[in-house]
Antibody, heavy 122, light 107 residues
Framework: EMQLVQSGGNLVQPGGSLRLSCAAS????????MNWVRQAPGKGLEYISY????????NYADSVKGRITVSRDNAKNSLYLQMNSLSVEDTAMYYC???????????????WGPGTRVIVSS | DIQMTQSPPSLSASVGDRVTITCRASQSISAYLNWYQQKPGKVPKVLIS???TLQSGVPSRFSGSGSGTDFSLTIFSLQPEDFATYYC?????????FGQGTRLEMK
């Protein structure tokens, strides 16, 4: 059974840092690109980061660029999101999601972790 | 970044109704458009990829169409379990931005 187990969310003060983790099982993690999506309380989905299967390509939304770093360890079947200089606007549920490409070439998020909550507050 | 705009932001409908949600991209995205459904307290679930390809297990009452900048998601004969929030997402270029969501409520 496929699983994405997330951890690392916490209450942190403005300006602080957090490292989120997403541990995968039930599929060959090293063959898939991964993504991070966040959702502020009562708000919509915001796509924030992408990493390909070999870590050679990474991408970030403008809202987090320069403050967030995505990484992965295929030997440990794990995805990470290092978040620095956090502000109250970063308060959200953070989801990791597996990316899937079809023969057509389109790309979608086919399996999502349960989320980990980040609260930035003094 | 490509901006995705959904309309309406919210929609009231009854069981058995046909409803349509639209999504407009700020530039052409060919057919690289996905639709997700999210129920309260749950993670999003992909319904449709490539604008019109129904994902496995998704009921056939869901249908997607469009290309270029204008897309739509139609639900034929709403069922009680369909009341949720729906998001479009472009996968034409990174970052793969989402629309702001359409909340489908029971009338």
């Amino acid at each position: 059974e496929m699983q994405l187990v997330q951890s690392g969310g916490n209450l942190v003060q403005p300006g602080g840092s957090l490292r989120l983790s997403c541990a995968a099982s039930g599929f060959t993690f090293s063959r898939y690109s991964m993504n991070w999506v966040r959702q502020a309380p009562g708000k919509g989905l915001e796509y924030i980061s992408y990493i390909d299967s070999s870590s050679s390509t990474k991408n970030y939304a403008d809202s987090v660029k320069g403050r967030i770093t995505v990484s992965r360890d295929n030997a440990k079947n794990s995805l990470y999101l290092q978040m620095n200089s956090l502000s109250v606007e970063d308060t959200a549920m953070y989801y990791c999601a597996r990316g899937r490409s079809s023969d057509y070439g389109d790309y979608y998020l086919d399996y999502w972790g349960p989320g980990t909550r980040v609260i930035v507050s003094s | 970044d490509i901006q995705m705009t959904q309309s309406p932001p919210s929609l009231s409908a009854s069981v058995g109704d046909r409803v349509t949600i639209t999504c407009r991209a700020s530039q052409s995205i060919s057919a690289y458009l996905n639709w997700y459904q999210q129920k309260p307290g749950k993670v999003p679930k992909v319904l449709i990829s490539a604008a019109s390809t129904l994902q496995s297990g998704v009921p056939s009452r869901f249908s997607g169409s469009g290309s270029g900048t204008d897309f739509s998601l139609t639900i034929f004969s709403l069922q009680p379990e369909d009341f949720a929030t729906y998001y479009c997402q472009q996968s034409y270029t990174m970052p793969y931005t989402f629309g702001q969501g359409t909340r489908l409520e029971m009338k």
